[in-house]
């Protein structure tokens, strides 16, 4: 319980606030470089791009943010933002842990694949853009880890997960879903064809590949 109430606190602290006019404008910028990403990818995203769809100067842009690479890890923290939320929500559903497990799995890949979207993963070979993204995902990676333990935690005491140390589970679980995240997104563009792998790879986790 104790590391639920951790965990569900460290997703609420880092929920975006947004008040101030400066906020507001920073919020628009964000929303007009969200779009420009998801449409042409960082790479060939310009400052130019953004300041249109804005109908205001390149100049005023860098007012509020230094460059691009600033917005885009302001486009990415958003969505990281929202994602947290989501997560909040199915650690304090009712549903019992292995479908809490699963939630939470396929919302992640899910998540992946949008972001992906931004850096055009499926399309060319940009380097500087997954380079940025990874460097930006590896600050959650700890935070990760620590939602599946609460998980697994919460299935050991009901019962429905036999783990002997949360810790490394949790790694592996992760480890195993990152392994899985460029092939699920250069396959295809339908959400819906990810779900029958995702489910394999729990059906795996959880009950093995062993004949018993």
Request: net charge neutral; glycine share 4%.
């Amino acid at each position: 319980m104790e590391r639920f109430n951790k965990t569900v606190e460290y997703l609420t602290m880092h929920q975006e606030v947004i008040g101030s006019p400066h906020d507001e404008m920073r919020n628009s910028i964000i929303n007009a470089a969200t779009k420009a990403f998801s449409r042409f990818g960082f790479r060939r995203t310009s400052m130019d791009d953004i300041a249109r769809s804005l109908r205001m100067g390149k100049s005023s842009i860098y007012y509020y943010f230094k460059g691009k690479e600033e917005i885009f890890r302001a486009v990415v923290a958003r969505e990281a933002s929202q994602q947290r939320e989501n997560v909040k929500k199915i650690l304090e559903s009712p549903d019992d842990a292995v479908s809490k497990m699963r939630s939470y799995v396929k919302l992640r890949m899910e998540f992946i694949r949008h972001l992906s979207s931004f850096v055009e993963q499926r399309l060319n070979d940009d380097l500087k853009s997954l380079q940025l993204t990874e460097k930006f995902r590896k600050k959650y990676d700890d935070e990760e880890i620590s939602i599946i333990t609460q998980i697994l935690e919460e299935g050991s005491r009901s019962g429905a997960f036999k783990v002997k140390d949360f810790y490394m589970s949790a790694l592996a679980i992760v480890t195993a879903m990152k392994g899985l995240e460029l092939p699920l997104v250069n396959s295809t563009n339908d959400e819906n064809a990810m779900n029958p792998v995702i489910d394999d790879l729990l059906d795996i986790l959880f009950f093995g590949i062993v004949k018993r």
